[in-house]
């Protein structure tokens, strides 16, 4: 099925089918803007993850609807960037039914930035248990 072409500022409430404002999208079936917004390349820093959660909200505001992210983007900032900005916009009045999130998983990824050693960094977060010695 196609969606109409909009002109001007059209948020994703504007499409038909859309859900009410205030009410379970949860029995309604969520319509996709045609482009979205990735978060996937940029500095692990507190100024690409503002720069991401502006990017974020101005994507929503204008019609958009589709978020991607992943755990290994940016050191799983950028995820951390998708709520911060999902956050936003429920301040603004968006429900999180209005939007799509895509995420992948099965990686295994340095929390925040790059450890110093990264071996010992993945050996006790993800291998050393605590009934197995650790190095």
Known sequence: MRLPKYEGNTTPRDLPGAPPRGTSASNRACRL????????????????????????????????????????????????????????LARRGFAREEMVICTKGGFLTPDGDMPSDASEYFNHEYVATADSPRR
């Open 33 to 88: 803007s045609s482009i979205g917004i990735g978060t996937y390349l940029g500095e692990p820093d507190a100024r690409t993850d503002q720069a991401y959660v502006d990017a974020i909200v101005a994507a929503v505001e204008s019609g958009g609807n589709v978020i991607d992210s992943a755990i290994n983007y940016r050191f799983q900032r950028s995820e951390r960037s998708v709520r911060a900005a999902l956050h936003e």
